[in-house]
């Protein structure tokens, strides 16, 4: 749809340039000169404004910060001083800030794509002039036009500024961190005092080169990536089947005071989840509350042994606990409306418990909660709170996460970014190319599941 659609634009802007009138051809050179030389000042005086401040912005500041993205570098004069000799004092020099060219060069690419979205509707409109003077209808008027914005297309006065937000909080900060991993910006290179240049491909190459033993970047992203998804698998099916379980226990016939249970879990979520992770991390510290209850020195979030097994451990039960009543609660209300013909039929076909579950209550279940497990799995490859509030990424472990790379052992990809733009000697390159990595496996792992599980239908269950 998205190609068809880009492919149509492209063909109105086409037979604009072909078919159109003297008046809609030179559009495309001085915006709005068709609407205003048919009598639409309203219209065409905004469309000509637009081009005229696009014109000085670009003159005045944008066009250079654009110039310094495609010129191969991003500044060359350092911020300083310079002796005066005429004068006899030193002079402070102003010098180029790398970060502030990247960014209002982002900002003005962006401009520069509103205005040619601006551009196109100024010539597709006076084409649709042409069009309705051949065919002998009365143009619109401006009341017209913003009568249609609200009514038959209110869809785009609606949407237009949620757009906007989309592009300003979004998509600009995901192009600038992308460029971000194709630059030297790092501790040695710091603006104002110091530049940072282009390096093409250098940092991902870094990344990825196995190279300089077993703690290279390549071997501790791989070991980081490897845990990650571990992490996110245990911490996203077992909250949702210890859930389930717990939920199906307290769904069963029989059971007593039912919405007390369900209470009891609820307690546990109306504590905010920081609270929660903070207090468990005094209680399972070396000198905290349950090894003094157990009489043991066991370090349940510093061990290194075995690749830091028990932190690991620890950080997934310590999920299940904050983690699983929302899962509970959710499929609580699902059970309650399976339909009950279904356990009928199956009892009355001769299907035991067991087979009942998994071929009516289980892929009901699957087929209902899919776009949650999805969400859930997404969100724990990025699950912040849980490793740093309990862990902090610890503990440290040179061995296996040494070699300058700042990683530790329960690092997920986004706690190492964190920690890389954070230490004290921070390396944003190499943290925007783990951005970008955490991007394209967050995007890729929702859309491929996403759809499959809406390609399965509802009715996989029957």
Not at 149 to 162: K, S, Y
């Amino acid at each position: 749809m998205k190609k068809r659609m880009r492919k149509r634009i492209v063909t109105d802007l086409y037979y604009a340039l072909k078919d159109g009138s003297g008046k809609t051809r030179l559009s495309a050179l001085i915006m709005g000169y068709g609407q205003l030389a048919r009598k639409q000042i309203a219209k065409g005086s905004l469309y000509l404004l637009t081009e005229l401040a696009f014109i000085a912005y670009m003159l005045f500041f944008g066009g250079r910060y654009i110039g310094h993205l495609f010129s191969g570098n991003l500044g060359t004069q350092l911020a300083g001083e310079r002796w005066n000799e005429e004068l006899q004092v030193f002079e402070k020099i102003t010098g180029d800030n790398s970060f502030l060219i990247l960014l209002y060069g982002v900002v003005s690419l962006a401009v520069v794509a509103g205005f040619l979205v601006i551009w196109a509707m100024n010539l597709k409109g006076n084409y649709e002039n042409d069009l309705r003077i051949r065919e002998g209808r009365a143009l619109s008027t401006f009341a017209e036009d913003m009568r249609s914005l609200l009514d038959e297309r209110f869809h785009i006065t609606l949407l237009t500024l949620p757009l906007l937000g989309l592009v300003v909080f979004t998509v600009m900060p995901l192009i600038f961190m992308a460029l971000i991993a194709f630059t030297n910006y790092d501790y040695a290179h710091m603006p104002p005092g110091k530049l940072f240049d282009w390096v093409g491909v250098k940092n991902f190459v870094e990344m990825f080169s196995f190279s300089g033993g077993g703690t290279g970047f390549a071997f501790v992203f791989l070991r980081v990536l490897v845990w990650t998804f571990i992490w996110a698998f245990f911490a996203t099916f077992s909250n949702y089947f210890l859930g389930l379980f717990v939920a199906l226990l307290i769904h069963r016939k029989g059971i007593r005071l039912k919405g007390f249970w369900r209470t009891l879990f609820v307690i546990v979520i109306a504590v905010p989840q920081f609270v929660t992770l903070l207090l468990m991390q005094k209680i399972l510290d070396g000198d905290g509350i349950l090894n003094a209850l157990l009489g043991t020195r066991i370090l349940w979030l510093t061990d290194q042994r075995w690749l830091s097994l028990l932190p690991r451990v620890m950080i997934i039960l310590v999920n299940i606990w904050i983690g699983m009543p929302y899962t509970l609660l959710m499929c609580s209300g699902i059970l309650m409306n399976i339909p009950t013909e279904y356990y009928e039929a199956a009892t009355i076909d001769g299907a035991g418990p067991v087979r009942i579950f998994f071929k009516i209550t289980l892929p009901y279940m699957m087929q209902v909660t899919a776009p949650y497990l999805i969400t859930q799995f997404v969100g724990n490859i990025n699950n912040f709170n849980v490793i740093w509030l309990l862990t902090g990424g610890g503990p440290v472990d040179n061995v296996h996460y040494g070699g300058g790379t700042q990683a530790q052992a329960t690092d997920l990809l986004v706690t190492w970014l964190y920690r890389l733009t954070t230490d004290q000697n921070p390396r944003y390159n190499v943290a925007s190319v783990i951005g970008i990595v955490i991007f394209v496996i967050s995007a890729a792992l929702s859309l491929v599941t996403y759809h499959r599980a809406a390609a399965k239908g509802e009715e996989t269950f029957q």
